[in-house]
């Protein structure tokens, strides 16, 4: 049972013992974020620093006005392949420019309530999502794994190792901070050949700048900004609210997805202001805090404000990480975030659902975009819906004793995908002087399934039957009284004269 949300106060602070594992965890993320975050922004074509402040306005930023506490949202790969191309042909300064437009929309988004959008993506879609977001998270290890030397190999087995079994001795203090802080002792001690932070690119020293895009205020400007910053605003509000979901099953707790909505919208407009690209929620961030113990406000700030104390103060320190104890922590991160249960499900479940989360998945991992993906995998929901509820109606026929009246009862939903056999449902009725049509058992849904019956209530007049339609609901009486053709004089609930 998801527990109501709480209030304001107690998600930043309900206790001494939460608010330490708060903390521990957002160190275990601001740790996480640095190599991700390099990364993004050389996917993007921008200096480190671009993801790196990013990073820090929007978890700072979000802890405070997000709708779903505990979650991390920072720079990411979603928005980051979405600039490229802004980047190469009009520089750094239109992707600022492209996220405070981006932030805009978001929050536009917010206050019209887009947020209930999500109550048409099914549990299939979703849990597809998760599977096909570990797959890629564990992808995204393999270029650390290959063509290193065997210390690698050992580090991240023993990163494993020391996350996999540190919690039966103590679960006070996060097993991957003890994993990274350790292999890190280790590599620095011994001197071993391994990838570092460092080697990621050089990370920004002292502290962001706040600074407006410097890009000419006109029309063309917007027509170059609109188009990246609607995709931009799509693509990080799908990935938000799809990981907020995932967050509140984690944590059997809700969020209000407005306010989230508005909160990522506010935390773009900051990040951009600050020299930062866009961003959104990171469902990889996000388990590793919750995992990890965190979940208040409290630990979001902290991984952006440890973040930013990593970057200012201890920047050579950060750089002398070893990647292999960030790989085991990533590793842990898939394994944990996989839905290991949809594989005994996809033969349990029914063959449409399964067909629906494998699909998403497929796109996911094969374009490497999340909303591609998700977007197919509700299409086909809705294609399958539309199909199982199209079959869920019926029409029998039966003629009185003397043969001049005929009577067809119908059953069911008619609607744009049921129309075709609804309408070939009705015969020949020549020779037959009344047809009366009972629709008590029916429900007409919209102006398709007024068109067929018009089309059916057309052909038999031509055939020179006297046809009476009777037993709508109010709903369908409703719309059979504004979008008919047919005379509907008299209309009423219950026997309808035509």
Not at 95 to 106: H, K, N, P, R, Y
Not at 278 to 295: E, F, L, P
Not at 348 to 368: C, K
Request: glycine letters at 10%; charged letters at 15%.
């Amino acid at each position: 049972m998801i527990s109501k949300i709480t209030p304001y106060r107690e998600q930043w602070f309900s206790g001494a013992v939460s608010m330490r594992r708060d903390i521990l965890a957002g160190v275990v993320v601001a740790l996480a974020l640095i190599p991700e975050a390099i990364g993004f922004s050389i996917i993007a074509g921008v200096d480190p620093s671009v993801g790196l402040y990013a990073s820090v306005a929007i978890a700072m930023t979000i802890a405070f006005i997000g709708g779903r506490p505990g979650m991390i949202s920072a720079a990411t790969a979603a928005v980051a392949v979405l600039v490229t191309p802004l980047v190469r042909d009009h520089g750094v300064q239109y992707l600022f420019a492209a996220t405070i437009l981006m932030g805009f929309i978001q929050v536009v988004a917010g206050l019209l309530r887009l947020d209930l959008l999500m109550q048409f993506v099914s549990r299939s879609v979703i849990t597809g999502f998760v599977n096909a977001l570990a797959i890629l998270i564990f992808m995204a290890q393999l270029p650390q794994l290959t063509n290193v030397g065997w210390e690698t190999y050992a580090m991240v087995s023993a990163g494993l190792a020391i996350i996999y079994l540190f919690p039966r001795v103590t679960k006070a203090i996060p097993s991957p901070l003890v994993a990274i802080l350790l292999l890190t002792a280790i590599s620095v001690s011994l001197g071993l050949s391994v990838h570092t932070v460092g080697d990621m690119g050089k990370l920004p020293e002292g502290l962001p700048s706040f600074a407006l895009p410097q890009v000419p205020l006109t029309l063309e400007t917007l027509r170059i900004l609109l188009p990246y910053s609607i995709t931009m605003a799509a693509v990080g509000l799908l990935e938000s609210l799809l990981t907020a979901q995932i967050v509140d099953d984690m944590t059997d707790t809700d969020s209000d997805k407005r306010r989230e909505c508005l909160g990522q919208g506010g935390a773009n407009i900051v990040s951009a202001m600050i020299g930062g690209m866009g961003g959104c929620a990171m469902i990889g961030q996000s388990v590793i805090n919750v995992t990890s113990g965190g979940r208040g406000r409290l630990s979001t700030f902290v991984a952006g404000a440890f973040l930013l104390f990593l970057l200012a103060v201890l920047g050579p320190w950060v750089g002398q990480v070893p990647m292999p104890a960030l790989v085991a922590v990533m590793i842990m991160v898939s394994i944990g975030t996989f839905s290991w249960n949809s594989i005994a499900n996809v033969r349990r479940h029914p063959p449409t659902s399964s067909a629906v989360m494998l699909v998403t998945v497929a796109v996911v991992v094969v374009t490497r975009d999340l909303s591609l993906g998700v977007l197919s995998g509700v299409l086909l929901s809705g294609i399958f819906f539309a199909g199982k509820v199209q079959r869920m109606f019926a029409v029998e026929r039966s003629l009185s004793g003397d043969g001049t009246q005929a009577t067809y009862r119908v059953s069911g939903q008619i609607f744009f995908a049921s129309v075709d056999r609804f309408t070939r449902a009705f015969m020949s009725e020549q020779g037959v002087a009344n047809v009366m049509i009972d629709v008590s058992t029916a429900h007409f849904w919209d102006i398709s399934g007024v068109g067929a019956l018009d089309k059916i209530v057309a052909r038999l007049r031509r055939e020179g039957c006297r046809v009476n339609v009777v037993g709508y609901n109010k709903a369908s009486a409703d719309l059979v009284d504004r979008f008919a053709r047919h005379d509907k004089t008299g209309v009423e609930m219950g026997t309808v004269p035509h």
